[in-house]
């Protein structure tokens, strides 16, 4: 692409411009205290985890778990461990599994669940599994560029514009009118379908 400068013609260079996208890591956990040891049958150390929600990474860990170590780092009750790496400075252990050279490279989790220890992999790599059907749009022009071709971003029908559902709309209408219907949504286990919304409704037709 050229473009005119004070008389001379200049060059302009695009610097391609491309997207990171990580696999969701979500996790309810809560530190874990001397009553969960005790009726953990044997597990003395680590966060709890109470739940999983989907989508997520450490789906395959059960909850009830205690979550020790992340890459070999142990943890603390409050999932704090200090990589020999980095100062022996305490760090969440989310922060622990973005502690790599490559997204894609597998990250070693060790668990404890009824006395029993047990080991998973897993990466940050993105997967399209853990696409949600109301996706949220960081950027929507890079949303529509990957989209545009694919799918049908709106639609006239009857006086009405229907678009598929994103949590920007869901936000939107919380914001502005409290209504605790859509509230369910901000929930990314009741995501996971496609969700159209009637994004306006045109003035002087039946459907107003």
């Known amino acids: 692409e050229k473009w005119q400068h004070q008389g001379q013609q200049q060059e302009v ?82 922060n622990l599994l973005l502690m790599k050279d490559s997204i894609g490279e597998p990250i070693k989790i060790r668990i404890c669940r009824d006395g029993l220890i047990g080991h998973h992999k897993t990466s940050l790599k993105w997967d399209p599994k853990y696409t949600l059907g109301v996706p949220a749009v960081p950027e929507p022009y890079w949303n529509f560029m990957a989209a545009r071709d694919t799918l049908q971003i709106w639609e006239t029908f009857g006086g009405l514009v229907l678009m598929e559902m994103t949590i920007h709309h869901v936000l939107e209408i919380q914001q502005s009118t409290l209504d605790p219907y859509t509230a369910p949504y901000l929930l990314s286990e009741n995501r996971r379908e496609k969700r159209l919304i009637v994004a306006d409704v045109e003035i002087g037709t039946y459907a107003q």
């Open 13 to 94: 260079i695009k610097i391609p411009e491309r997207q990171l996208k990580l696999a969701p890591v979500q996790a309810v956990t809560v530190q874990a205290n001397k009553i969960m040891c005790q009726t953990s049958k044997g597990c003395k150390k680590g966060l709890y985890v109470s739940s999983i929600p989907w989508p997520s990474i450490l789906q395959e860990i059960q909850p009830g778990s205690f979550l020790e170590a992340v890459d070999d780092v142990e943890l603390d009750d409050y999932g704090m461990g200090r990589p020999k790496n980095y100062f022996r400075e305490p760090l969440p252990w989310q």
